[in-house]
């Protein structure tokens, strides 16, 4: 809902919504589509005894996600478990941390910010952005324990940063365009905040600007 909420009176945009499973299934093909904003929430797979599949991104959402951003895509995601799922292992070439490194064009730093507060890097397309926070439990969404620790990796940049150190959010322009952040963009507190970092993403992924 606040993904489609912070896209109003953006022009020229048409929504719509699925969930994980349609895409990973089948029923909803990515390429079908200009730009993919994907909220992969705050789920990770932490216990491989535990009987519930929590995996930030499957190897068939990987590979989907690949594809479509190997044929141009525009991709918009954010999570705040996603690069720690991916990346927190000893193997930095494992398919996984292949696919952050490669196609998220971040690396994983660290599991947790130590703050729930993220201002601009002062580079495009967050330049002028006013600072913003996201929900330490108390807000209307859901507690953010976790936020990752971003670095770009070379021909990305570092584009938000979080108060306390690091990076928050990643942007990689090319023949395909990327915008991730290390925490939830639902959880931003503020919906005016959240409606100027998505003009900003939606404007600079589809167009350029």
């Not at 990973?24 to 789920?43: I, S």
């Not at 959402?61 to 991916?86: H, I, N, P, Q, W």
């Not at 584009?159 to 939830?184: M, N």
Request: proline share 4%; charged share 20%.
């Amino acid at each position: 809902m606040e993904h489609a909420q912070a896209l109003v009176g953006i022009p020229g945009l048409s929504l719509d919504s699925a969930e994980r499973g349609a895409v990973d299934a089948g029923r909803v093909a990515l390429t079908d589509y200009d730009l993919v904003l994907w909220a992969a929430g705050r789920q990770a797979e932490v216990f491989a005894s535990d009987p519930v599949d929590d995996t930030s991104l499957n190897a068939s959402e990987r590979l989907l996600l690949e594809g479509y951003l190997a044929a141009g895509g525009r991709l918009f995601l954010s999570g705040a478990e996603v690069a720690y799922d991916l990346d927190r292992d000893a193997d930095p070439n494992d398919a996984e941390s292949l696919f952050l490194n490669n196609w998220l064009h971040a690396s994983y730093v660290a599991d947790g910010a130590g703050t729930f507060g993220v201002h601009s890097a002062g580079v495009a397309p967050f330049a002028g952005l006013a600072p913003l926070f996201f929900d330490d439990g108390t807000a209307a969404s859901y507690a953010v324990e976790w936020p990752d620790v971003l670095a770009p990796v070379p021909g990305a940049q570092r584009v938000l940063d979080y108060d306390s150190w690091g990076g928050a959010a990643v942007f990689h322009g090319g023949t395909h365009r990327v915008i991730y952040l290390g925490f939830p963009f639902e959880t931003i507190r503020s919906a005016t905040a959240r409606m100027e970092l998505m003009r900003a993403a939606v404007l600079s992924l589809v167009s350029g600007r």
